[in-house]
Structures are given as C-alpha cells and as structure tokens.
Antibody, heavy 115, light 108 residues
Framework: EVQLVESGGGLVQPGGSLRLSCAAS????????MNWVRQAPGKGLEWVSS????????YYADSVKGRFTISTDNAKNSLYLQMDSLRAEDTAVYYC????????WGQGTMVTVSS | SYELTQPPSVSVSPGQTARITCSGD??????GYWYQQKPGQAPVLVMY???ERPSGIPERFSGSSSGTTVTLTISGVQAEDEADYYC???????????FGGGTKLTVL
C-alpha cells in the first residue's frame, strides 16, 4: 500500500525550531518529487516546499524561504522539513504529498507556535 | 506572487451539476489539479493534468481547461460530494506551486 506518514509536530515557542519527518512506503521514493503543504486552522492549503529528485532542485514559498529547509534520505525513504525561526503564523497542519500532482497525501502533523 | 482564483462557495441540489472554476494567468501553459477535502481529513486528488481522473474517483467528476481557466465539473452531485475543493498549479517558471483559495461545495 502506498503510504505517507508524517511525524514531529508539536508545540514550540516563537523563534524556536522543529523538524518534521515524512516516512514513505509502497513506492520507489527516490524517483518522485516530494512536497510539503500546510493548512492553518480554518484556512486553505498553502504550498510550502518541493524537492525535485530528478535534479535535486529545491523550491520554497516566499513565506518560509530562509527559515525552512527541505531534505530527503533515500536510504530511509524519508522526507524532512527543518523549521527554524518559527512564527505564530507558521501554526498549521503540515502534510507531505507525493509527486508533481500531489497524488498521495499523509494524514498531517500539527505544529503550534505559541508562547 | 502568482495566484489562482476560485469562487468561495458553490451550492447545488442533489442530482444537479456543479461547476467549480479556477483562474490563473499561467494555466494556458501549466496543468491544473483538483483536490477534495472533507472536514478533518487530508486532501484527495480528484483530477490531474486538467482532465485526467485518478483511479477510484467516480466518473461523475470531470475536468476541462480553456484559456486561463480550469473547471471541475461534478455531474449528478451526491450528498457525499459536499466538501472543500482546491485547485493547484505552477507558475510560468514551473518552480513555484500555488493553491487556489478553495471552494466550499454545499449540497442543498
């Protein structure tokens, strides 16, 4: 079964850091572009970052550029998002999604930035 | 920054046809994708590359593209189709992804 499972969310103070993980199974992880998408409470979907496995190209939304870092570990079939200098407006459910069509999504992990 | 524009809400009666539009300047050159999201659940892909339906998605879902607008059509709407629908695409450089603001489909 094709599956994505996020972990690592939690409560963090403004200015703090958090590292999210996304464990992939049921497909050849290294051949797919992988993405992070977030959804603030009661709001719409917001694309955060993409990792293009074909050429190792990385893209970030302007709202997180310079603060968040996307990475992958093909040996562990895992995608990561290192989030630094967190702000209240980063509070959201964070999803990982597969491919340029975002065809498979994880269940999400909640990140709350609050003092 | 690039934006995709969707109507905030669409309402239809059961059995009728719902059409949800998504407008963006790069849509003539970039594919559109559609996702259905029900409360408390992760989004589900219901249409890709403008008009391709993933396996497992009912045939009543269809997609089309014309100029700067992509449209998701749900024929014979059922109560279970009530959800938020989001379009997604890329900017002209294909570097940045963007989601539309979402459309809440209400089945009366």
């Amino acid at each position: 079964e094709v599956q994505l499972v996020e972990s690592g969310g939690g409560l963090v103070q403004p200015g703090g850091s958090l590292r999210l993980s996304c464990a992939a199974s049921g497909f050849t992880f290294s051949t797919y572009e992988m993405n992070w998408v977030r959804q603030a409470p009661g709001k719409g979907l917001e694309w955060v970052s993409s990792f293009n496995s074909s050429d190792n190209t990385i893209y970030y939304a302007d709202s997180v550029k310079g603060r968040f870092t996307i990475s992958t570990d093909n040996a562990k079939n895992s995608l990561y998002l290192q989030m630094d200098s967190l702000r209240a407006e980063d509070t959201a459910v964070y999803y990982c999604a597969r491919g340029d069509g975002f065809d498979i999504w994880g269940q999400g992990t909640m990140v709350t930035v609050s003092s | 920054s690039y934006e995709l524009t969707q109507p905030p809400s669409v309402s239809v009666s059961p059995g009728q046809t719902a059409r949800i539009t998504c407008s963006g300047d790069a849509l003539p050159r970039q594919y559109g994708y559609w996702y259905q999201q029900k409360p408390g659940q992760a989004p589900v892909l219901v249409m890709y590359k403008d008009s391709e339906r993933p396996s497992g998605i009912p045939e009543r879902f269809s997609g089309s593209s014309s100029g700067t607008t992509v449209t998701l059509t749900i024929s014979g709407v059922q109560a279970e189709d009530e959800a938020d629908y989001y379009c997604q695409s890329a900017d002209n450089s294909a570097s940045y992804r963007v989601f539309g603001g979402g459309t809440k489909l209400t089945v009366l």
